[in-house]
Every structure is written in structure tokens, then in C-alpha cells.
């Protein structure tokens, strides 16, 4: 109660200093008489109050932590003193606690017309600007701020971010060589400079640039690694040498950088000093028992990185530590994948366990690899497996039913998801999955059952909508109906090519040949012209007396069909023949 007496007491003694025609003026009280006034009344007259009111109105409002009224109470503040950059700042302060970074933005914006020189209204607007429509003024703010102020460190690293992002790499070169003249002891400015020059491949000054980076702070382990990376590709006698004391230091700075020392293990390796790569590997192997960190490192390093030769030396060096460590093998599989060491990758995944996280996508890449191996069938024993042991696995029955699917096994998927479904009746991709194999299978009024019973499980499935939609309009059935399905499907993915070839081909089969060209022309665009939406497309050309239109269009179609399309190719072909006769016969 005290501070809130406190409070009172200032904003009286503001009303009282209203200066002008107000000053020495007595405000009536609501019964007409004469003396001291209250704050009520006062507000009635709140156009007569000066902006030092409404500011402290709004320190009470927030001291309350009541920021809507504060910032209501600093808006009229600003209202009667527009020139205020302290009242400004303030309410940008309140705009973003209540997460209205619109106005902050343009309330800063206004801050800077009203005082361009000023370096802090110039950078509160800088830090403000987060979308990208706006980060186009981004440059000339930056410049701007460094015209005025060529020492100020965040400037010079963000317009030199922009410059790299965008490869405006000589921009990048002068602001970085500008920074190290303004600020010759800041050590981040020679080590921007060492990365403009080394993609540039100016090795030798970027190499320069690097090691003035470590003069200045020789405990920094990056500009090392980049050295390194600059030896790696010279030719000087003492390479070797400079890359291995570089990998030393950085282990003496950092004794648990893992990325160091893998690729210092490898780095021996590489160069027949294999007693010293075998010893670090086998260190870093007994290592990754506890440390799950180092592997992950690995993974980035050379995995993630594509140096998937050099992953496959380090996992299958390290793995001699611990030959039967799933996590070890899990990710020594991966490297020979990547190399399309099919058999190793397969050796390496059996070796996983059903306890490990990645347990079943070893599983489905081992199925893989046997489908790229053309053995179709054990692909689909490894699944079969795995689904005797844990029969409501969704994932591995929706893969597994694919595989039977692929081998015309239409009975055994059929039969498979019915059973899934059994355990999961509302399972959306499971259903979805037993439709298409029942249309394949032959079984079409079951497909169309099937899909009928996933709507009405989930309206808005996007998938089942445009494929029941799309099968009675290719049967020429329901075509109203097929109509209303598939744009229900568009309202849910508006850009998807195949939904709209779909509303296309409704339109067709009701002989609306210009929506149909309508729609079919948009599906082809969204889809590069896919051979199917591409004939479709064509087609619907024809109808139109387009012919000339259809002729290039179903070349398009024939140019992007995949030679195992037999069927497709040679009903393209004859299309292609009869309308070229047509044209050359007018």
C-alpha cells in the first residue's frame, strides 16, 4: 500500500504541473464543487494531461504486471509526446513481451526516421527484423550502423553472415579485411577473414589469416581444423607433419574432442601407420561401450558429412574393439550402405538386436538391400520373422504387405492386413494399404468397400478421398460423387498434382473437356508433366480439338515414361502415330 501512495502521490503532482493554459486551473468535481480533484475526474479529462501522466500511469500498470493497460497508458503517452525515443523504446519493450513484434518493428522503424544517426535505434531495429520479406534492408541498415560506428563487433558478423549466405563473397572479403584494420587485437575477425579466403581457394592467405587468429587466442581449436584442412590439400614436404602436431595440439587443448581424435586414428591409418591407428581405434571402440556421444560424432563427422569411405574405415576399426556391440554394427552398416557394400551392410544389421532404438529400421533396410539384390524373398522372410514375434507391429505388417504386394502375393496381403486390422480396425494406413492391393488384386466393389469404411473413420484422409473419388470416376460411375470426394481431397492438399489430375479426369468422363483441360493442365505443371497426368492431359486435348496441343503433349508423356512401362510406351507410341497422321493429313 505504501508504494502504491507513492505512485498516487507522483501522478497528482504530474497533473498539477500541466503547464499552459492548464496551469493554476481547479477541475470541477462531478457535484460542481471547487478544491482538490480525484483521479477519476481527473481521467475525464485526460486530453488536458501531459505525456508524464500516462508514463507513470504505465509503471503502475506494471509494476501490477498488468501490460495491456501499460501499454495502452504508453500509446496515449506517445500520443501527446511523439518525439519521445524513451517513450518508444519502452512500449517496443512491452510490444514484445506480449509478442506484437509487428508494431515493435514499425514502432523502431519510426525511431530511426525520426534520428537516422543514431547507432542504438539503428541496431534495435536491425534485431527486431526476423521475417524474411523483410531481411532485403538488412545490408543497407548494417552499412549504415558501421558508417557510423566501424567498431561495433555484432554489425560486422551479421552483415558478413549475410554476405556468405548469399556468396557475395568479395563484399565479404572487404568487410572482414575492414574489421581486422578497425579492430586489429579481435581475433573473430581474422578467423571470418580465414573462412572468406579459404572459399575463395586463396589457401596461403587464408592460411595466414588463421594462424593470426591462433597469435591472438591460442587456445581455439576451430581455426586449427582448418588449417588442417589446408595441408590436407598442399603439397609441402612437411604436410604430414604440420596435420599430425595440429591434430596433437587440439587433444592437448581439448583432451575429450572426439572429432580430433577420430580423425587423427584415421589420418595414421590413411598413412600405413597402422600400430598407431589400430591402438587410437581400438581406445575409441572401448570407448563407445559408455560414451554414445563419440559414435554420434563419427556419424557427423563422416556420415552425415558423405566421407562414407572414411566411415567405413572408422566403424570397422572401431568395432574390432567390440565385435558384437549392436550400436557399433548399426552404424558400420550404415557405412558399407552408403559405399552399396550390400553383403557387409547385411552382415553388419543381422548383428543388431531387437533391444536397440534402431532395431526395426535395421530390419527394413536389410529388406531393402535384399530387394536391390533381387532377392525379393529374403526381404520378405526377414519380415516375416519379425512379424511372428510381434504381430502388432503396424509398421513392419504395412512394409511386409508391400512386399508380398510387389511379388503379386495378393492373397497373403490381403490376408495379412485383415488380421492387422483385427487388432487395429481404425488404423488409417492399414486400411488405406488393403484397398489398393484389393483394386489390384482384381477385387474392386471389396477396394471400394474398404475405402468407403477408412472415410468414414477419418473424413478428411486426403488419400482415400482422390482414390475412391478417382476409381469411380475412371469406372465412369458416380461421377457427382466422385466429384465431391475429390474436392474434399483438394481441400486438404490444394497443390498435390495427382488430386487435381484427379478432378481433371471427373471432368472428362462427365465430357466437360475445358474444365477438364483446366485442371489437367494445372496437375501436369504440378507434377513436371508425370507421364500418366501428361496422357491424361493430352487426351482431354483431343476432345478439345487441341489437337497440335495433345501431339506435344503426349511426347512429353512418352519422353518421361520409365522403360519398364512397356504397356504405357507403346499405347503412347500408337497415340503418337495416329495423331501425327491426323496433322499431316489436314
Same mark, same amino acid.
Given at each position: 500500500?505504501?508504494?502504491?501512495?507513492?505512485?498516487?502521490?507522483?501522478?497528482?503532482?504530474?497533473?498539477?504541473?500541466?503547464?499552459?493554459?492548464?496551469?493554476?486551473?481547479?477541475?470541477?468535481?462531478?457535484?460542481?464543487?471547487?478544491?482538490?480533484?480525484?483521479?477519476?475526474?481527473?481521467?475525464?479529462?485526460?486530453?488536458?494531461?501531459?505525456?508524464?501522466?500516462?508514463?507513470?500511469?504505465?509503471?503502475?500498470?506494471?509494476?501490477?504486471?498488468?501490460?495491456?493497460?501499460?501499454?495502452?497508458?504508453?500509446?496515449?503517452?506517445?500520443?501527446?509526446?511523439?518525439?519521445?525515443?524513451?517513450?518508444?523504446?519502452?512500449?517496443?519493450?512491452?510490444?514484445?513481451?506480449?509478442?506484437?513484434?509487428?508494431?515493435a518493428l514499425i514502432l523502431a522503424q519510426?525511431?530511426?526516421?525520426?534520428?537516422?544517426?543514431?547507432?542504438?535505434?539503428?541496431?534495435?531495429?536491425?534485431?527486431?527484423?526476423?521475417?524474411?520479406?523483410?531481411?532485403?534492408?538488412?545490408?543497407?541498415?548494417?552499412?549504415?550502423?558501421?558508417?557510423?560506428?566501424?567498431?561495433?563487433?555484432?554489425?560486422?558478423?551479421?552483415?558478413?553472415?549475410?554476405?556468405?549466405?548469399?556468396?557475395?563473397?568479395?563484399? $565479404?572479403?572487404?568487410? =572482414? @579485411?575492414? %574489421?581486422?584494420?578497425?579492430? !586489429?587485437?579481435?581475433?573473430?575477425?581474422? /578467423?571470418?577473414? &580465414?573462412?572468406?579466403?579459404?572459399?575463395?581457394?586463396?589457401?596461403?592467405?587464408?592460411?595466414?589469416?588463421?594462424?593470426?587468429t591462433l597469435e591472438l587466442e591460442t587456445?581455439?581449436?576451430?581455426?586449427?581444423?582448418?588449417?588442417?584442412?589446408?595441408?590436407?590439400?598442399?603439397?609441402?614436404?612437411?604436410?604430414?607433419?604440420?596435420?599430425?602436431?595440429?591434430?596433437?595440439?587440439?587433444?592437448?587443448?581439448?583432451?575429450?574432442?572426439?572429432?580430433?581424435?577420430?580423425?587423427?586414428?584415421?589420418?595414421?591409418?590413411?598413412?600405413?601407420?597402422?600400430?598407431?591407428?589400430?591402438?587410437?581405434?581400438?581406445?575409441?571402440?572401448?570407448?563407445?561401450?559408455?560414451?554414445?556421444?563419440?559414435?554420434?560424432?563419427?556419424?557427423?563427422?563422416?556420415?552425415?558429412?558423405?566421407?562414407?569411405?572414411? $566411415?567405413?574405415?572408422? =566403424? @570397422?576399426? %572401431?568395432?574390432?574393439?567390440? !565385435?558384437?556391440?549392436?550400436?557399433?554394427? /548399426?552404424?558400420? &552398416?550404415?557405412?558399407?550402405?552408403?559405399?552399396?557394400?550390400?553383403?557387409?551392410?547385411?552382415?553388419?544389421?543381422?548383428?543388431?538386436?531387437?533391444?536397440?532404438?534402431?532395431?526395426?529400421?535395421?530390419?527394413?533396410?536389410?529388406?531393402?538391400?535384399?530387394?536391390?539384390?533381387?532377392?525379393?524373398?529374403?526381404?520378405?522372410?526377414?519380415?516375416?520373422?519379425?512379424?511372428?514375434?510381434?504381430?502388432?507391429?503396424?509398421?513392419?505388417?504395412?512394409?511386409?504387405?508391400?512386399?508380398?504386394?510387389?511379388?503379386?502375393?495378393?492373397?497373403?496381403?490381403?490376408?495379412?492386413?485383415?488380421?492387422?486390422?483385427?487388432?487395429?480396425?481404425?488404423?488409417?494406413?492399414?486400411?488405406?494399404?488393403?484397398?489398393?492391393?484389393?483394386?489390384?488384386?482384381?477385387?474392386?466393389?471389396?477396394?471400394?468397400?474398404?475405402?468407403?469404411?477408412?472415410?468414414?473413420?477419418?473424413?478428411?484422409?486426403?488419400?482415400?478421398?482422390?482414390?475412391?473419388?478417382?476409381?469411380?470416376?475412371?469406372?465412369?460411375?458416380?461421377?457427382?460423387?466422385?466429384?465431391?470426394?475429390?474436392?474434399?481431397?483438394?481441400?486438404?492438399?490444394?497443390?498435390?498434382?495427382?488430386?487435381?489430375?484427379?478432378?481433371?479426369?471427373?471432368?472428362?468422363?462427365?465430357?466437360?473437356?475445358?474444365?477438364?483441360?483446366?485442371?489437367?493442365?494445372?496437375?501436369?505443371?504440378?507434377?513436371?508433366?508425370?507421364?500418366?497426368?501428361?496422357?491424361?492431359?493430352?487426351?482431354?486435348?483431343?476432345?478439345?480439338?487441341?489437337?497440335?496441343?495433345?501431339?506435344?503433349?503426349?511426347?512429353?508423356?512418352?519422353?518421361?515414361?520409365?522403360?519398364?512401362?512397356?504397356?504405357?510406351?507403346?499405347?503412347?507410341?500408337?497415340?503418337?502415330?495416329?495423331?501425327?497422321?491426323?496433322?499431316?493429313?489436314?
Open positions: 500500500m505504501k508504494k502504491q501512495s507513492i505512485w498516487i502521490f507522483l501522478i497528482i503532482a504530474s497533473i498539477l504541473s500541466v503547464s499552459g493554459c492548464n496551469q493554476g486551473k481547479i477541475i470541477s468535481s462531478p457535484q460542481g464543487s471547487e478544491g482538490f480533484t480525484t483521479l477519476e475526474t481527473v481521467a475525464l479529462e485526460n486530453s488536458q494531461l501531459p505525456a508524464t501522466y500516462f508514463y507513470l500511469e504505465s509503471r503502475i500498470h506494471a509494476q501490477r504486471n498488468e501490460i495491456p493497460q501499460a501499454i495502452a497508458s504508453l500509446e496515449k503517452a506517445i500520443e501527446r509526446d511523439g518525439e519521445s525515443a524513451f517513450l518508444k523504446r519502452d512500449l517496443i519493450r512491452f510490444y514484445l513481451n506480449q509478442k506484437k513484434n509487428d508494431q519510426t525511431l530511426v526516421d525520426q534520428d537516422p544517426d543514431n547507432v542504438d535505434n539503428l541496431l534495435l531495429l536491425v534485431r527486431l527484423i526476423k521475417e524474411p520479406d523483410q531481411e532485403a534492408q538488412l545490408p543497407e541498415l548494417l552499412t549504415r550502423i558501421l558508417a557510423l560506428d566501424p567498431k561495433n563487433k555484432e554489425t560486422y558478423l551479421r552483415l558478413g553472415k549475410i554476405y556468405m549466405d548469399n556468396q557475395n563473397l568479395k563484399q $565479404a572479403l572487404d568487410l =572482414f @579485411s575492414n %574489421m581486422a584494420e578497425q579492430l !586489429p587485437e579481435y581475433y573473430v575477425a581474422y /578467423f571470418y577473414l &580465414g573462412e572468406v579466403h579459404l572459399l575463395m581457394k586463396n589457401q596461403i592467405l587464408a592460411e595466414q589469416a588463421f594462424l593470426k587456445e581455439l581449436v576451430e581455426p586449427r581444423f582448418r588449417l588442417i584442412e589446408i595441408y590436407e590439400q598442399q603439397k609441402r614436404k612437411n604436410r604430414k607433419k604440420l596435420i599430425l602436431e595440429s591434430y596433437e595440439k587440439i587433444i592437448e587443448i581439448e583432451p575429450e574432442n572426439d572429432r580430433a581424435v577420430l580423425e587423427m586414428a584415421l589420418f595414421h591409418y590413411k598413412n600405413n601407420q597402422r600400430g598407431k591407428a589400430s591402438s587410437l581405434f581400438t581406445q575409441l571402440g572401448n570407448e563407445a561401450k559408455e560414451n554414445s556421444r563419440l559414435v554420434m560424432v563419427a556419424l557427423d563427422t563422416f556420415i552425415s558429412e558423405k566421407r562414407y569411405q572414411d $566411415a567405413v574405415i572408422v =566403424f @570397422s576399426q %572401431m568395432i574390432k574393439a567390440d !565385435p558384437d556391440s549392436a550400436n557399433l554394427n /548399426f552404424f558400420t &552398416g550404415m557405412a558399407y550402405e552408403a559405399v552399396e557394400d550390400r553383403d557387409a551392410a547385411i552382415s553388419h544389421y543381422l548383428k543388431v538386436t531387437p533391444e536397440h532404438p534402431q532395431y526395426k529400421k535395421t530390419l527394413l533396410s536389410i529388406a531393402f538391400l535384399y530387394k536391390e539384390m533381387d532377392q525379393p524373398q529374403k526381404a520378405i522372410q526377414i519380415l516375416e520373422q519379425h512379424h511372428s514375434k510381434n504381430p502388432r507391429d503396424v509398421d513392419i505388417v504395412s512394409f511386409l504387405a508391400s512386399f508380398y504386394e510387389n511379388q503379386a502375393q495378393y492373397d497373403k496381403a490381403i490376408t495379412l492386413l485383415k488380421n492387422s486390422l483385427q487388432n487395429s480396425p481404425t488404423n488409417t494406413t492399414l486400411l488405406f494399404r488393403l484397398g489398393t492391393i484389393q483394386d489390384k488384386a482384381g477385387l474392386k466393389n471389396q477396394s471400394i468397400q474398404t475405402m468407403e469404411t477408412l472415410i468414414q473413420t477419418d473424413p478428411k484422409n486426403a488419400s482415400a478421398l482422390n482414390y475412391l473419388g478417382y476409381t469411380y470416376a475412371d469406372m465412369g460411375i458416380k461421377l457427382d460423387e466422385a466429384l465431391d470426394l475429390i474436392s474434399r481431397a483438394l481441400k486438404q492438399k490444394p497443390d498435390d498434382g495427382y488430386i487435381t489430375d484427379s478432378m481433371g479426369w471427373v471432368y472428362f468422363q462427365k465430357q466437360d473437356y475445358e474444365m477438364a483441360v483446366h485442371y489437367l493442365e494445372q496437375a501436369a505443371k504440378l507434377s513436371n508433366f508425370e507421364s500418366i497426368i501428361a496422357d491424361h492431359l493430352a487426351d482431354a486435348y483431343v476432345k478439345a480439338g487441341q489437337l497440335k496441343e495433345a501431339l506435344d503433349t503426349y511426347k512429353k508423356a512418352l519422353s518421361n515414361t520409365k522403360k519398364k512401362d512397356s504397356d504405357l510406351i507403346q499405347k503412347l507410341e500408337k497415340k503418337i502415330k495416329t495423331l501425327e497422321k491426323i496433322l499431316d493429313g489436314k
